[in-house]
T-cell receptor, first 114, second 112 residues
Framework: GAGVSQSPSNKVTEKGKDVELRCDPISGHTALYWYRQSLGQGLEFLIYFQGNSAPDKSGLPSDRFSAERTGGSVSTLTIQRTQQEDSAVYLC????????????FGDGTRLSIL | DQQVKQNSPSLSVQEGRISILNCDYTNSMFDYFLWYKKYPAEGPTFLISISSIKDKNEDGRFTVFLNKSAKHLSLHIVPSQPGDSAVYFCAASFQGAQKLVFGQGTRLTINP
């Protein structure tokens, strides 16, 4: 498809397990962002990748969270030793480049930690 | 520290009338503002944006107004249609930090 693709769409896991979320960007988009939306909250920035530059990790809530972007394309967000407060919708967005460009979002992964 | 605020959690408007959604911000470094629309179980969809060098941008039924002195922006939808019922988020960014800072969202309901 032409849009941002995220998988899985839903993930239910037990507390303490590791999870990996995937984002396939729009072809040609060099900037990639991860956000999360907790219940009743706005979107919260997590991490930003731009080309080959070092990622902006300033939004990651703890060292249990990490992300990588291989070959400037697909990105994975990994949460280790999940906690119940990690339950949220995790959204990926991409844009042509970073400055003053609209970001286009995928439909997100709904993560539920039991 | 809520840098972008949408003080109305919900708004109800009659079909055909104007919908006005408001957003306030505190960081004077923001220079790019956007509005997104979100349906349940879908990601936000980009609607319209405005750079801080402008005070108005129009795209079809959607117009965004920016008042830099008041640190306020608004989205006008006219005429409102039932398909406009959704949650609307305003967002802001500045060149030094490409991440978007979002408001809490306003749920718009268009009544027939």
């Amino acid at each position: 498809g032409a849009g941002v693709s995220q998988s899985p769409s839903n993930k239910v896991t037990e507390k303490g397990k590791d999870v990996e979320l995937r984002c396939d960007p729009i072809s040609g988009h060099t900037a990639l962002y991860w956000y999360r939306q907790s219940l009743g909250q706005g979107l919260e920035f997590l991490i930003y990748f731009q080309g080959n530059s070092a990622p902006d990790k300033s939004g990651l809530p703890s060292d249990r969270f990490s992300a990588e972007r291989t070959g400037g394309s697909v990105s994975t967000l990994t949460i280790q030793r999940t906690q119940q407060e990690d339950s949220a919708v995790y959204l990926c967005a991409t844009s042509l480049w970073g400055f003053n460009q609209p970001q286009h979002f995928g439909d997100g992964t709904r993560l539920s930690i039991l | 520290d809520q840098q972008v605020k949408q003080n109305s959690p919900s708004l109800s408007v009659q079909e055909g009338r104007i919908s006005i959604l408001n957003c306030d911000y505190t960081n004077s470094m923001f220079d790019y503002f956007l509005w997104y629309k979100k349906y349940p179980a879908e990601g936000p969809t980009f609607l319209i944006s405005i750079s801080s060098i402008k005070d108005k941008n129009e795209d079809g039924r959607f117009t965004v107004f920016l008042n830099k002195s008041a640190k306020h922006l608004s989205l006008h939808i006219v005429p409102s249609q039932p398909g406009d019922s959704a949650v609307y988020f305003c967002a802001a960014s500045f060149q030094g930090a490409q991440k978007l800072v979002f408001g809490q969202g306003t749920r718009l309901t268009i009544n027939p």
